[in-house]
């Protein structure tokens, strides 16, 4: 069903100031911005805008109950051409999230005729150098200027975007957390809401403190099976098999992750996905059989992990084995989704 998008064009493109071969991930912002009203029974007012800052009350619920959720999604530009990777995922993780955070459900019309229609206008913005691409933010808020604790009635779903280079640099050294928790059983550990972000900073602070660039969370119960990083999937490269954590209520259901297992099926590789015990993790490493480790998210990409520190100990990882399945997955998810390499799984939507 079509959404009458209005669209209110940007007087003055900044893109010209933007230096597209040194973006930093998250802080150039393209011209405008997609914003849809919920007014209790509706969505309204779809309209398009130049980026600009919201207006909000300071009794907005959202501020104040963490009633907010939000996705990160790619596109990727070949020649012409503005390549989306697997929105339709993102759309549906964004209402599984919303479900759990009594939140209204997005419809895939007004989500994709959005997302299409802002792509569109903004479509010089998507870069076009090695390892960039144009980051793009849905998100969905509570409005209601109200401070008594219950759902909002009203709420904005906006969707902006920016250009992006790497989210990391260089491959990352991990601590394994045991004291804090990322999520609990029966939270919101599987949805994409701000809180679970909030909360693992301070852990991660004290990690960074130590010299590691992330925390590897482990579960909540007994702090002895991995789980994800604060921004992303884990996956270890054993003799026989890719290992991941299987999915479950406290983890995020990731779409690189799904797509990372999909290209490792369609390769013939074993892929297990199973409660894996950081105890498992260092036998494999003295045995000599733990190859590489690496982490997967739509901000990092796929990214290897240096060695992880677990009770004071530090195990280096990268580099003990002759296989090198992540390279092989990072260039097979980069063709696909750069539009280099067929796409026979159906990934990539054509703006
Ligand atoms: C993403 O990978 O898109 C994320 O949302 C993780 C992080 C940047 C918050």
């Known amino acids: 069903m079509p959404h009458n998008i209005t669209i209110r064009n940007t007087e003055f493109s900044r893109i010209s100031e933007v230096d597209f071969n040194h973006v930093v991930f998250g802080k150039v912002f393209s011209d405008h911005m997609f914003l849809a009203d919920w007014n209790g029974k509706e969505w309204t007012a779809a309209r398009i805008e130049p980026y600009a800052n919201l207006s909000l009350s300071p009794a907005t619920s959202a501020i104040h109950y963490g009633q907010t959720i939000f996705e990160g999604m790619k596109a990727f530009r070949n020649g012409d051409d503005v390549l989306l990777f697997r929105p339709r995922d993102n759309w549906r993780r964004l209402n599984i999230s919303a479900e759990r955070m009594v939140m209204p459900e997005v419809p895939e019309s007004l989500f994709m005729e959005g997302l299409k229609t802002l792509l569109s206008l903004d479509k010089s913005w998507v870069p076009s150098s090695e390892g ?156 000599g059989s733990l190859k590489e480790l690496f982490i997967t998210g739509t901000a990092a990409t796929l990214i290897n992990i240096e060695g992880f520190a677990h009770q004071g100990l530090y195990f280096d990882v990268i580099q003990t084995g002759n296989t090198n399945i992540s390279d092989m997955l990072r260039s097979r998810l980069n063709g696909i989704r750069h539009g280099n390499l067929a796409d026979s799984f159906g990934w990539i939507d054509k703006l």
């Open 132 to 287: 960039s691409a144009l980051y793009i933010r849905p998100f969905m808020f509570a409005t209601d200027d109200f401070i008594g604790v219950r759902p909002s009635e009203k709420y904005c779903f906006c969707i902006f975007t920016c250009p992006v280079g790497p989210y990391y640099s260089k491959p990352l050294r991990i601590k394994v957390e045991e004291k804090y928790s990322r999520a609990a059983q029966g939270g919101v550990g599987f949805t994409k809401c701000a809180g679970n972000y909030g909360a693992a900073m301070y852990p991660t602070k004290l990690a960074q403190a130590e010299g590691y660039d992330q925390v590897l969370w482990t579960d909540p119960s007994t702090h002895t099976l991995v789980e994800e990083t604060g921004t992303t999937n884990f996956f270890s490269v054993t003799s026989n098999s890719v290992i991941t954590p299987n999915l479950h209520e406290t983890m995020l259901a990731g779409i690189t992750r799904d797509s990372v297992i999909q290209i490792l099926k369609k390769e013939n590789i074993e892929v297990e996905e199973r409660p894996l015990s950081v105890s498992e993790l260092k036998s494999l490493h003295s045995a």
